[in-house]
């Protein structure tokens, strides 16, 4: 048995895992009528009340943005999900998309606070290990800090 793990995602269609050194990116969806983006992705209904679309079509979202929110968890999740052991505090941060104005959730990448965090700040999206067993490393996205010019 291999001692190497294979990286796949946490959650199989909202991102890219790309193996040729490019950047990750989202993948959310955009209605055909009204234009309206969604994310996670979703095959159907418009968010947009003034929209009567019912399907959506996938789509690779921005990958950087600015932080809209931010704060920090400093508690253990509850059963059933997983939380490292010992814990470690994460930072989370609602950053809105450079390009599509959607604001999206995330957790920012490890070693990164709520202290080394500004509202305006850009970042650009990551991917980081949400757990790992003896064959997988789980990946997910996450936010890191940007150069000021890359937003």
Known sequence: MSSLRTQVPAVEGWFTTPTDGSDPVLIGAQCGGCGTYVFPPRAAWCPNPACSCTELAPVELSSRGRIWSFTENRYAPPSPFVATDPFEPYALAAVEL???????????????????????????????????????DYLVYTWAPASEGAA
């Open 98 to 136: 450079e390009q599509e104005g959607l604001i999206v959730l995330g957790q920012v990448a490890k070693g990164v606070l709520a202290a080394d965090l500004r509202v305006g700040m850009a970042m650009q999206l990551d991917l980081g290990v949400l757990r790992s067993d003896d064959e997988h």
